[in-house]
Nanobody, 117 residues
Framework: QVQLVESGGGLVQPGGSLRLSCSAS????????MGWYRQVSGAQRELVAV???????TYVDSVKGRFTISRDNTKNTVYLQMNSLKPDDTAVYSC???????????WGQGTQVTVSS
């Protein structure tokens, strides 16, 4: 019922910036939280950032001060502004959304972020 469309990934040099976006679409969507996970091939997914319906944000320690998650309520879109990128940030970043309408979690297709000189 809900589709997530991501964009903004790519190749960037260390110290550079990228902005990821994720838009949720569907005839019915009740925002229960959206966020970003990342995964290196073969490894477990790691929660990077999440924002809930009240606007409260949570970040993994390694990205605090560098990444910012935000939400555009009018578009059902979340953004992940990534600054001062490091090679260790290289991963596939996946957006998720929790829909209170049907109590399901939905996932985007994932977008590759590569930080390399």
């Amino acid at each position: 019922q809900v589709q997530l469309v991501e964009s903004g990934g790519g190749l960037v040099q260390p110290g550079g910036s990228l902005r990821l976006s994720c838009s949720a679409s569907g005839s019915s969507f009740r925002f229960g939280g959206m966020g970003w996970y990342r995964q290196v091939s073969g490894a477990q997914r790691e929660l990077v950032a999440v924002i809930n319906s009240s606007g409260t944000t949570t970040y993994v320690d390694s990205v605090k001060g560098r990444f910012t998650i935000s939400r555009d309520n009018t578009k059902n879109t979340v953004y992940l502004q990534m600054n001062s990128l490091k090679p260790d940030d290289t991963a596939v970043y996946s957006c998720y959304a929790y829909d209170l309408w049907d109590y399901h979690a939905y996932w985007g297709q994932g977008t590759q972020v590569t930080v390399s000189s």
